[in-house]
């Protein structure tokens, strides 16, 4: 690449902010987007991405099934300018067992906000994407949401992240009155405080008023003191604002606010843009890091199909990791080592659709009818072959026997049963014992299955009977003991699409009796991501 647009690549890279909203399901993952798309001036009411009943139609739920529970099961990207920076924001799943698939699209990004319900404090899934984002080396930014009604109190959750993620807080806003008794945020820095003015329904931009250290003293003496002393308090504790601690996820900066109120989210969306990082070097299977201005790579972190009913699609998602993408350019697909052409490219905004001509690092585009693409594979543009590490998968922990209910439709059952594992909605696994046309299906949540069936029906009209398996846990194995272990009443062999071997037991008796059987076996179950 010339001098000249390796400057400019680095430039537009420099710009990009690409994150990822996170949480426990109902902590207000939509409710946010929609206020930082609103604060951004990238919607114009909220409503229109969540589509709650009575506001406008939506924009990131697709499926029938997401209105009927009120989930987000779907990925959005959107991308938005704020002040200087453009912020790439990558919706994630919303409930609590799309682990997997939220999994693939945290390595899309480079900073997470993690929401928090102030009233529940970390739920299990909070605590599980904590671990995702510590395991991929990803910076968090915590916001406590739902500060307008009663919870607990922000120096408690302080404790609490700091007890359970290792993370000292360092607050950027903090809470002037306690949870449910709500004036607005104090600045530590500047030691001045916002006030809120709510609007109905809290549809429309929220007027603050900014009040000087004297003003907010005048008018809300002691919650004013109080908001002042514990942030001071914390501070000589835990320090002041560094970035570096941020960036090593030694320390997570602190937001409060209220985002059905649309309260606090400008000094997070300032934040963003400011001090969240840019997309840096990433590093291929052979550990060599390609630094943002080298030639074009990119890498697919997501299939979604049927985002358009009426035209039966199936789009790649790939972060663009280094160079520009240009709509018509032709790739190589590292996997297979042939040409990729990239005449249909789209940035997707929920069902809206937009061609997309030119992509800089950070950015994600939308690959359409790109039958060739699996998760996980690798783009590049130059004549040195790149390939990105594969996609990890997390270990299953639900297990289903998948059989076709309507004999007349095998093809379309293993045609939607490969895609939605493509997909990550769930692990396809096949067993010797139970033959091609009964996979079992590994999930982390059992919420999962529900998906499959329901998009099995809907989508690749291939009604489906699921049977519990009772295995509730999985060790990944090697050839070897895969040829032991086949038959073994007390464990059963399965492999997954990419070839690895799985052996799934029922508990840890079963587990300790194999290995007492054969010692020279390792036989450790998958926690986590594997
Ligand atoms: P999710 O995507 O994380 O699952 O959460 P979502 O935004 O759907 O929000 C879950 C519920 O929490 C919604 O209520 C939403 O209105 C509410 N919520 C979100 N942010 C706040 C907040 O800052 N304060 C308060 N008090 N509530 C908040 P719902 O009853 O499920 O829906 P709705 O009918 O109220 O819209």
Known sequence: MANESSAQVREQAHKRRSIAVISHPDAGKSTLTEALLLHASAIGEAGAVHGKAGRRSTVSDWMDMERARGISVNSTVIQFPYDEALINLVDTPGHADFSEDTFRVLTAVDAAIMLVDASKGLETQTMKLFDVCRERGLPVITVINKWDRPGKEALALVDEIAERTGMRSMPKTWPVGEAGFFHGLLDPQHQTMQRFRRTPGGTKKVVADQLSDAQAQAEYSDAWATAKEEACLLESDAGSYDRRAFLAQEA????????????????LLAFVAEEA???????????????????????VFKIQTGMDPAHRDRIAFARVCSGVFERGMVATHAQTGKPFATKYAQKAFGRERETVDTAWPGDVVGLVNAAALRPGDTLYGGQRTVVYPRLPHFAPEYFREARCADAGKHKQFRRGIHQLGEEGIVQVLHSERRGAQHPVLGAVGPMQFDVVVERMRGEFNAPLHLDVLDYSFACQIDQEAGEVLTGHRDCEVVAREDGTLLGLFPNSWKLRSVKRQYPDLTLEPMRGIA
């Open 277 to 299: 990082p840019p997309p840096g070097a990433r590093a291929d299977t052979d550990s060599r890091k390609h630094p943002v201005d080298e030639d074009f790579s990119a890498y």
């Open 252 to 267: 997570t900066p602190m937001f409060f606010g209220s985002a059905v109120q649309n309260i606090g989210i400008e000094a």
